[in-house]
């Protein structure tokens, strides 16, 4: 069975810092795996998503992730935090070729600091 | 492109109340669908999915029911509300996927705006 942890239910930054959110991963297969932002009273949307190939994935918004096999990790970060980059963080994992569903972690909520 | 619909945004209804609760999605045909609910403080919990018309998978009892009445319409009720129902309500689509087919042209979920319900 495939599951996510993310490591945090909330993280504190200043803006200009770095942000870090963790995620950790448990796949008996290769996994696909996702980073979704949620900002208040709105849907989920898609930030970057890793497949196949480079392990290195740029998102929107200045956000990329490092797929690490070896860690089974995907964390999500970006140089240099804005006020407008909080938010709640999900990540996802599923199966390749498996649509049926995704298996999200609990969320990070991130909040900057001015 | 294709585009979600949720309504309504928001809804206020007491105890033992129905519910019914509506997603469309456009610019797409035969696509999953899926209804997820978000207590507050609390991650996503996936209540119901759909491959297609009339198939419905729960993967949680309680409730709440879903039904399909078309391809691209999943409807979220319930016959009696219960306090514990309150939360923000999100459907999603997905393409259906085809063994072999582009990798990462599937499995990606599409969210719609949400209803955040209250039961009173």
């Known amino acids: 069975a495939q599951s996510v942890t993310q490591l945090g239910s909330h993280v504190s930054v200043s803006e200009g810092a770095l942000v870090l959110l963790r995620c950790n991963y448990s796949?008996?297969?290769?996994?696909?795996l996702f980073w979704y932002v949620q900002y208040p009273n709105q849907g989920l949307q898609l930030l970057l998503k890793?497949?196949?190939?480079?392990?290195l994935v740029k998102g929107i918004n200045g956000f990329e992730a490092e797929f690490k096999k070896s860690e089974t990790s995907f964390h999500l970060t970006k140089p240099s935090a804005h006020m407008s980059d909080a938010a709640e963080y999900f990540c996802?994992?599923?199966?390749?070729?498996?649509?049926?569903?995704?298996?999200f972690g609990t969320g990070t909520r991130l909040q900057v600091f001015p | 492109s294709q585009t979600i619909h949720q309504w309504p945004a928001t809804l206020v209804q007491p105890v033992g109340s129905p519910l019914s609760l509506e997603c469309t999605v456009e610019?797409?045909?035969?696509?999953?669908l899926y209804w997820y609910r978000q207590a507050a403080g609390r991650g996503l919990q996936l209540l119901f999915y759909?491959?297609?018309?009339?198939?419905i998978s729960s993967e949680v009892p309680q409730n709440l029911s879903a039904s399909r009445p078309q391809d691209r319409q999943f409807i979220l009720s319930s016959k009696k509300l219960l306090l514990s129902d309150s939360g923000f309500y999100l459907c999603?689509?997905?393409?259906?996927?085809?063994?072999?087919?582009?990798?990462?042209?599937?499995?990606?979920?599409?969210f719609g705006p949400g209803t955040r319900l209250t039961v009173l």
């Open positions: 796949s008996s297969v290769p996994p696909y």
């Open positions: 996802a994992v599923s199966r390749p070729f498996n649509t049926d569903k995704l298996i």
């Open positions: 610019g797409t045909s035969n696509p999953n």
């Open positions: 890793y497949t196949t190939g480079a392990t």
């Open positions: 999603a689509w997905s393409r259906a996927g085809i063994a072999g087919a582009t990798p990462g042209g599937y499995n990606e979920q599409f």
């Open positions: 759909s491959v297609g018309i009339g198939q």
